[in-house]
């Protein structure tokens, strides 16, 4: 419970407090400076768009593409079992690893995704320097990377389900896709929120990728909170502000976790899935 508490205690206390390094660490008290130059800070509040961008179009394309693949997945196919371990692989790499494979992958020189685009007669397009193409390139490297995930959670949700559902269905006359609208979906509602609401917690937290593909840039573009958090508090060593940003995701982070369980409570209430 100590080393916990003890952490996230320090870093509200740094939050409220003026941070010297002369001569150690020694901490002052500055009361709600840190919060008010939070609020007013240009930077904060394009770092925070850009993460919301992120976490609400990744999350939405990854428990679209999941839930795709697992049907597909789900029913016995030649070569079924090499592609299931062929799907789950991103998910096994490091975000190191993935960081330096869309670098390379992305980079608007000698990448490959330009040279194929020039190949079928395209212009070379700016995967990591355009307007907003950037952006949308990190929500490409997260859904890459994390659809796996959500597949594997989506299989699991569809082996669970009683095989006597499927052939009460076919025994109906039901068509493959009354089956999916009006029996398997309204069974997998579950998992799938499941599955968004565990991804949008990790994604909000989204730093070592952008780091290694852009450093945040061009400018700010790809910034994500918690990398403006890192550069504030570890490279400008402006402790307390960085504090600051971070308590500000973790607060960001436990409204949204509320939000959604009291969303999920009122679906259940009112027998949206049962």
């Known amino acids: 419970m100590l080393l916990t508490l003890f952490p996230f205690l320090f870093t509200l206390a740094l939050t409220f407090s003026r941070v010297s390094l002369v001569g150690g660490l020694h901490l002052s008290f500055a009361g709600l400076g840190n919060w008010y130059r939070l609020l007013t800070d240009p930077r904060f509040w394009t770092t925070l768009g850009n993460t919301v961008v992120i976490v609400t179009g ?20 030649p070569g079924g079992a090499f592609f299931r371990v062929l799907f789950i692989i991103p998910m096994a790499l490091t975000p ?40 949308l390139s990190m929500i490409l490297v997260d859904v890459w990377q994390w659809t796996p995930f959500v597949f594997v959670l989506c299989l699991a949700g569809l082996q669970a389900l009683p095989e006597e559902l499927w052939e009460a269905a076919q025994l ?39 780091f290694i593909i852009t450093g945040g840039g061009p400018g700010t573009r790809t910034e994500s909170l918690t990398l403006h958090a890192y550069y504030r508090g570890l490279h400008a060593f402006d402790l307390a502000y ?29 027998e949206v899935w049962a």
Do not use: C, H
Request: no cysteine; hydrophobic share 60%.
């Open 58 to 77: 990744a999350v939405s394309l990854e428990v679209v593409l999941g839930f795709g693949l697992a049907l597909l997945a789900y029913r016995p196919l």
């Open 96 to 135: 190191i690893a993935v960081g330096y494979i869309w670098r390379m992958l992305l980079n608007e020189t000698i990448g490959p995704l330009n040279a194929l685009l020039q190949i079928v007669g395209l212009p070379p397009l700016g995967w990591v320097s355009g307007e907003r193409l950037p952006l």
């Open 242 to 270: 960085g504090a600051t940003i971070a308590f500000a995701l973790f607060l960001l982070v436990l409204v949204a976790s509320l939000a959604f369980l009291r969303l999920t409570r009122r679906l259940r209430a009112t």
């Open 172 to 210: 109906d006359g039901a068509s493959g896709g009354q089956t999916l609208r009006y029996v398997v979906f309204p069974l997998m509602v579950p998992t799938l929120l499941t599955a968004a609401f565990l991804r949008a917690v990790e994604a909000f937290k989204i730093v070592d990728v952008i």
